[in-house]
């Protein structure tokens, strides 16, 4: 499986922004697709995550009534809609795929794109 991420980038404060997180290879339904975002200095924090099959998502509290995730399976893509973005949401974002126990547990990802960048100012 490979993770393209895109649409990362500057905004304002109180700004949106739109990712997307495009897969490829064998996907499975049964996956879950998440985004984790790591500032300079700081480690991988997950931030939102979304099953394939059913849609069921899970929001960390910081994001939960700002960020929302979609995704389209025909076209094999998941989106992060970002509005009123804040400073402290500035960081590499990364999206990632597999089977994990925790939604937001980075140990349970097995495949990762390259990241994309958001920068809030």
């Known amino acids: 499986v490979q993770l393209v991420e895109s649409g990362g980038g500057s905004a304002q404060t109180g700004g949106s922004l739109r990712l997307s997180c495009v897969l490829s290879g064998y996907t499975s339904t049964r996956y879950w697709v998440a985004w984790f975002r790591q500032a300079p200095g700081k480690g991988r924090e997950g931030v939102a995550a979304?099953?394939?099959?059913?849609?069921?998502?899970y929001y960390i509290p910081s994001v939960k009534d700002r960020f929302t995730l979609s995704r389209v399976n025909r076209k094999n893509t998941v989106y992060l809609q970002m509005d009123n973005v804040q400073s402290e949401d500035t960081a590499m974002y990364y999206c990632?795929?597999?089977?994990?126990?925790?939604?937001?547990?980075?140990?349970?990802?097995?495949?990762w794109g390259q990241g994309t960048q958001v920068t809030v100012s």
């Open positions: 979304i099953h394939l099959e059913d849609g069921t998502t």
């Open positions: 990632a795929a597999g089977l994990p126990q925790n939604a937001v547990e980075p140990s349970g990802y097995t495949y």
